[in-house]
């Protein structure tokens, strides 16, 4: 599936015996063809998938998902569990158990990969760097599809009649910014820390020539769509990102929660005018490379519920949801890279 370990169900199931309950004209069949509809006509909107896609990931031919979202079949119990866990995966669940959120920790700590073999092993390193430049841009709105993101990565000369030139130079200055971030890992080995410098420097790559302030930080207030928690004040930002500096670099006991209060924390400082959601990201990279476990690939058909559990986060200081997801993103990568 999308993530990997997957946890207690989103509960779609579990109201139904409130649902019969409060109508006694309660018709299963109906219930249960209204919910099948609903959930897949979600995971499609949420995805960009086409029915053929979605098709695929069930495991079934696309006729029976036709006839699914028309209502005029309801699924086999098995296939109406395949379809509760992956529109869990694509849009949320409301909690996790801890035993379920441990079991998915400790499932992504047992993959491991460090800067070193990355920068040693070119395949590696530019099918990690293909999959990462597309899923983060196309989080942020790129249309590249993945062989336009491989074409221009493999050819600096080439342009892309049908996409813009700032998706083109998104794509290549996130190469040269996870390059940069890997040479520093690599070279620095265990002497390596994170700096307000280091980020700044990150950010100028990520952005070179996209803004006109990239490695600056902003000197204004900014509102996120969707988000719940307002920003940091622009004066609080220099402050701010070095006591997050201070964090990173303490030593723990917990890599993956480290790395979802990080990337929370990061997010909600929101340092940069623009860029900050592929910066925030490339650090995730960094910190799990820094503590040689699998980087954690956001995917661009979960973006819907990393937006949520990272509000989640902030909003409620409550990180176990961003954590499971992490922990699920590295799952992810070690199974893109390892086919």
């Known amino acids: 599936m999308l993530g990997g370990v997957t946890a207690e169900t989103s509960g779609t199931f579990?109201?139904?015996?409130?649902v019969i309950a409060n109508n006694r004209k309660f018709d299963y069949n109906?219930?249960?063809?209204?919910?099948?509809?609903?959930?897949?006509?979600?995971v499609l909107h949420y995805t960009g998938w086409t029915q053929e896609q979605l098709a695929y990931q069930l495991g079934v031919p696309a006729r029976t998902v036709f006839a699914w979202l028309n209502q005029q079949?309801?699924?086999?119990?098995?296939?109406?569990?395949?379809?509760?866990?992956?529109?869990?995966e694509v849009v949320g669940q409301a909690s996790v158990h801890p035993e379920a959120l441990e079991q998915a920790k400790h499932s992504a700590l047992t993959h491991h990969m460090t800067a070193h073999e990355l920068v040693a092993n070119r395949e590696l390193l530019d099918a990690l760097t293909l999959q990462m430049t597309y899923h983060t841009n196309s989080i942020e709105g790129s249309t590249m599809t993945v062989d336009d993101v491989r074409t221009v990565l493999d050819d600096d000369q080439a342009v892309l009649a049908n996409k813009t030139a700032i998706e083109q130079l998104e794509a290549r200055?996130?190469?040269?910014?996870?390059?940069?971030?890997?040479d520093q890992l690599n070279n620095q080995g265990g002497n390596f820390h994170w700096t307000v410098d280091l980020i700044q420097q990150l950010h100028l790559r990520l952005m070179n020539s996209v803004v006109s302030d990239a490695g600056v930080f902003r000197r204004y207030g900014v509102r996120v769509l969707g988000a719940s928690v307002p920003r940091v004040n622009h004066a609080s930002v220099p402050d701010k990102l070095a006591e997050l500096i201070d964090f990173i670099n303490k030593p723990s006991d917990d890599p993956i929660g480290r790395i979802a209060y990080t990337h929370a924390r990061y997010e909600l400082i929101h340092p940069f005018s623009d860029g900050?959601?592929?910066t925030g990201r490339l650090i995730m990279l960094g910190q799990a490379l820094q503590d040689k476990?699998?980087?954690p690939l956001v995917t661009r058909e979960r973006r819907?519920?990393?937006?949520?559990?990272?509000?989640?986060a902030n909003r409620d200081e409550d990180y176990r949801l961003l954590e499971l997801f992490i922990a699920e993103s590295m799952l992810a990568a070690d199974r893109l890279l390892n086919h």
């Open 14 to 18: 579990t109201k139904l015996p409130e």
């Open 30 to 42: 109906i219930f249960m063809k209204e919910t099948i509809k609903h959930q897949l006509e979600e």
């Open 73 to 88: 079949t309801i699924p086999r119990l098995a296939n109406q569990r395949r379809i509760e866990d992956i529109y869990r």
């Open 173 to 182: 200055n996130h190469r040269t910014a996870l390059n940069y971030l890997l």
């Open 276 to 278: 900050n959601g592929r």
């Open 293 to 295: 476990l699998m980087p």
């Open 304 to 312: 819907q519920v990393y937006y949520r559990y990272l509000d989640q």
